[in-house]
Every structure is written in structure tokens, then in C-alpha cells.
């Protein structure tokens, strides 16, 4: 992890703002969703990519019903015997 040499306050409602030199670097927008994530004693915030509800990929994702699944897991589903 590098450090961005960049402190920010945390205000009344527990927000920090991200400079926008970093928010450009990694391409996030207003409105784009926002992972937090925790390792130890660090707190870590990625743009969110959906990621398969079955085997985590994020490569070829599509939402279907509020949930995501990889084309790769698609496929093995449709090639399952139905049951009558």
C-alpha cells in the first residue's frame, strides 16, 4: 500500500472527502459505488466492481434478479440436468 501523502478530517457524520486528484487517478465519479474494505488495522476504500455470487470472478459479470453471476457459472447452470 502507498501512502498518498494526503490527511483529511473525519466530519460530524463520519465523512472524509476525497481530493480530487485521487478521485481522477482511479476514476471515481460522484455517484460511483464505493467498497470499504478491512485488513488489521487498516481501512481501505476500492471502487466497487460486482464480483459472481458463486465463484467471486469479476470478469464477465451480469445482474440478473439483484445478484450477479460470471458467464463462466451461466454456462454450468445451463448444462445442469432438470429435475421434473
Known sequence: MKPA?????VD???RIVLPKSLRKRYQMNEGDPVEILVQGDHIILERYR??????????GV????????????LTE???LPRHA
Open 77 to 79: 447452470m445451463t448444462q
Open 5 to 9: 501523502g494526503v490527511v483529511r478530517k
Open 62 to 73: 451480469s445482474e440478473y434478479k439483484d445478484r450477479y453471476i460470471c458467464s463462466g457459472c
Open 50 to 59: 460486482p464480483k459472481c455470487v458463486f465463484c467471486g470472478s469479476m470478469e
Open 12 to 14: 460530524q457524520l463520519g
